[in-house]
């Protein structure tokens, strides 16, 4: 069995993007319309008045400056504070789910960098953090439309979606059940955020990114990377959730909105994960005989600067460059499952070959996976 390649990556970012200030302006809006509305209540002790917001706490806390959205005006009007849907859902094909239609954008590129049409795939799977829809499988509708063969499914699991994704793929390539896969993972975030929730509200970004894995004896991509290992983690824990799903059908009247929503114990996920973070990655280098110094660069999950650089720190010995350890979270925010990929999209165009890379994800599950790969 040959080694098995990632030839061709893609990525969508959405049309709209939102700054901290812009953000934190209509968040602050909504704060003061907020305490205006119940100030009798906070004036005898029975509520809290809210706080504001500040710019300046989201860029130290989380690196965050901005973010892509599908749909942003909604979050400028102070009693509303949620998206609208996206006007991708109104175009051609509207009864597709918006998250098939960025996963088609993305797909398309990686495609296109792969050198491939859609009839020459025949494995497709969405795999991402949360759903637009359950049933049909959304993956599948993405091979209806590709015109790909074979067979899809759809597969979750939050910040690790990608890698995950592209090892179950790979498995299927390796053992003669799919020959040329398409894994998307497609993040339509904004629906489960609360936007009205100060501490959370600058998190998360929408976006997606596709990877076609084939053969590499098959392949006729200029931009193929080989895998060379891949380790996967998890150990659960509930530290970062969203709790939407069927079950708030039946009990309507007593799962909140809040409940529904994403929300996290921010410092018990740094306290925790990290260690596991680092010591994942320094396991997987030295089982392969390899040190930090062998690796031209690290694609690590974009969710927070702070810990990003305190991993990258630990395994590198100083603080990274923006060539060790690439940063997009500053642009797109926390965009979950995706962010790892969109950062090796964006930054693996320099890389010669036999160059060694690293790509780890981890987070909500907890979850980690790491793919050593070399670029062909
Ligand atoms: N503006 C001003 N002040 C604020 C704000 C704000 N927006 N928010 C909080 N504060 C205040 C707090 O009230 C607190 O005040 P006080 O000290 O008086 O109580 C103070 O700032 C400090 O608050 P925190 O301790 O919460 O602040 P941190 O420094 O810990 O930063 C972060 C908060 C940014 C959330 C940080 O903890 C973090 O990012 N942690 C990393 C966690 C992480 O990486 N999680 C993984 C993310 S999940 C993921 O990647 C994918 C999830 C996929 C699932 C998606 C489902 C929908």
New binding site residues.
Partial sequence: MGNIVISGTGVFTPPNALSNEEL?AG?NAHVDLWNAEHAAEIEVGDMTAK????CE??EK??GIKSRYLMEASGLKEPDRMYPYLSNMAEAELASTPVQVKMALEAALKALGEAGLKGSDIDMVIISA??WERFVPSMATELQSILGAKGFSFDMAM??SSATFGMSTAQDAIASGMANKALVVTAEY?SP??AYED???????GDAAVAMVLEREEETASKAAFRIKDRKLFTEFSTN???GFGSRVLIERDRIGDQEQ??S?S??A??KE?LPKVIEHVEGHMSSLGKSISDFKRMWL?Q??I??NLFASKKILGHTPSQDEAPTILDQYA?T??A?CMIAFNNHKQDFKSGDLGLICSF??SYSIGSFVVEKV
């Fill in positions: 934190v968040y706080a504001h917001s500040s706490f989201i806390a989380s953090s949360v939050g910040c975030l489960l955020m100060r501490d959370g509200h600058f998190i998360f970062i959730q969203a929503r994403f996290q921010g410092r996920v740094f994960l999950h969710a927070n702070n810990m926390n979950a499952g962010g987070g909500a």
